[in-house]
């Protein structure tokens, strides 16, 4: 390492993209360490043995390609960090009925926030990562993260809930290529990742079946409940909000009594009640966000907002209006079908991603 240079810390998984946000950085003259996180280790029911982002494998691979590369590799613990920002969050919110997505507050106080902190501890001046997104210097000083230039892997959603200062120091080295242009470019730099498979599951739930890990890690019990129509009626019972998600249809223990399919509307934990309806009784145009978080804040009569309520959701065209306590109305030109609070709601201007914040119970 070049201590009179620069330095520039690469968070690695052992995967193709933050490998390969390591060779272009190298492959510039910049000065690198890599960093990976223990984020999960823990072994019982419903948790992956070890975390699918960190296993022994993965590690073995991300040194590899460190040393490959000329960089010095560091594996740091992160469990007790990752089990308070993230973990426990996640548990939180189903046993609040919401609907909770774990990436963003591992991207907002892990990955973000106590890696970057941990990396500027080393000498590092910044830290890249292999998100899918682009980041642009604007002319006030700020700075606007964009999507990336392959749509099907754009990231700019969970990464939403970055600030300014977090910007300033973040590189995203990848997020100009497409994901065969990737494969195609550690294939020729003999990477031993051109390969890898992705994982999209979530990295400390074993099998990607939450609901099991939701049972056996949740302070509060499993308990059935009724299962109620809009107007009241109760004509089931579920065997734990848990277990269900808005706009579900199928599953759901009922008796048919019209023809019409019925859907999971909201939850009601305070009752431990599960309220079906029509699919029309889904529809949103209308809803609250809290928690919102602004990249670069627009202004309220911009004709060309979108919103996105789902990792790779479609654009929405919307209206904002800002209510304070970092609250936001949002609304649609068109209608929702299975909004569900705690989930993310991120805007938009083009391919500009501006922030975005939680959907609020209703």
Not at 157 to 170: C, E, I, P, T
Request: glycine share 8%.
């Amino acid at each position: 390492m070049n201590i009179d240079s620069p330095v520039t810390a690469v968070a690695m998984s052992g995967g193709l993209d933050s490998s390969m946000a390591a060779a272009l950085l190298v492959e510039q003259g910049v000065d690198c360490i890599g960093i990976m996180m223990r984020l999960w280790s823990e072994q019982g029911p419903g948790i992956a043995s070890t975390n699918k982002c960190c296993s022994a494998d993965s590690v073995d691979v991300a040194r590899a390609v460190a040393d490959r590369l000329g960089m010095p590799f560091y594996l740091v613990n992160a469990e007790e960090p990752f089990r308070k920002a993230v973990v426990e969050p996640y548990i939180d919110g189903f046993d609040l009925g919401r609907t909770p997505n774990p990436c963003l507050n591992c991207n907002r106080r892990i990955r973000f926030d106590w890696l970057l902190r941990y990396a500027l501890g080393l000498g590092a001046e910044c830290l890249a990562t292999g998100h899918h997104v682009r980041r642009r210097s604007e002319a006030d000083g700020s700075f606007s993260l964009l999507r990336a230039a392959d749509p099907m892997k754009d990231q700019s959603y969970v990464l939403s809930v970055l600030n300014q200062q977090q910007l300033a120091r973040s590189l995203f080295p990848v997020g100009t290529y497409t994901k065969p242009e990737l494969r195609d470019m550690a294939r020729q730099r003999d990477l031993p990742v051109a390969d890898k498979q992705e994982s999209m599951d979530l990295c400390f739930v074993a099998d990607d079946d939450y609901r099991r890990f939701l049972e056996d890690w949740s302070p509060a019990p499993v308990q059935p409940g009724p299962i109620v129509t809009i107007e009241g009626d109760t004509v089931g019972t579920h065997q734990g909000l848990h277990r269900y998600t808005i706009g579900q249809r199928r599953g759901l223990d009922i008796p048919v009594h019209s023809r019409e399919p019925r859907y999971v509307i909201r939850k009601l934990p305070e009752e431990n009640a599960l309220v079906i309806g029509s699919r029309s009784d889904l529809a949103t145009l209308e809803f609250q966000v809290e928690e919102t978080n602004w990249i670069r804040r627009p202004h309220s009569s911009d004709p060309d907002l979108t919103c996105q309520i789902r990792y790779r959701g479609r654009d929405i065209p919307c209206a904002l209006e800002e209510t304070g306590d970092n609250g936001v109305t949002v609304l649609l030109q068109e209608p929702q079908y299975g909004v569900a609070p705690g989930q993310a709601a991120v805007f938009y201007r083009g391919d500009e991603c501006l922030g975005g914040g939680l959907v609020a119970s209703p």
